[in-house]
């Protein structure tokens, strides 16, 4: 049985991260990590760079039909990006 004052692991670690105000820098980082699961294999080799500033999400890519196509569905990726960390962590994308 617990104990009246303990808690748990995960509770005391989201606490933390609260307290230190980290969960958004968190969840970008999940994000970028999981480029290549939210866009597929194929994009992700055209991808040079991916990175976040001020909750915009920038996408260097190789391949300028590839932007065009992106850009063209940008509301659609932003909708898999937020749903893939479950928040809404990013505001805009930019293909570069």
């Known amino acids: 049985m617990r104990k009246a004052d303990t808690i748990s692991l995960k509770d005391s670690i ?7 105000k980290l969960n958004g820098k968190l969840s970008e ?3 970028i990590a999981s480029w290549e699961k ?3 294999k194929a994009i992700a ?20 039909p590839l932007k065009h196509e992106l850009n063209m ?3 659609k990726v932003l909708t898999l990006i ?3 960390v479950g928040e ?6 930019v293909f570069l």
């Not at 989201?14 to 230190?20: F, I, P």
């Not at 991916?50 to 890519?61: A, E, T």
Request: no cysteine; hydrophobic share 50%.
């Open 14 to 20: 989201e606490a933390m991260l609260r307290a230190y």
């Open 29 to 31: 980082v999940q994000l």
């Open 38 to 40: 939210i866009m597929g």
């Open 45 to 64: 080799m055209k991808t040079q760079e991916v990175f976040v500033r001020n909750r915009k999400l920038f996408v260097r890519l190789t391949s300028a």
């Open 73 to 75: 569905a940008k509301a």
């Open 82 to 84: 937020n749903a893939e």
């Open 88 to 93: 809404s962590v990013i505001d805009d994308v």
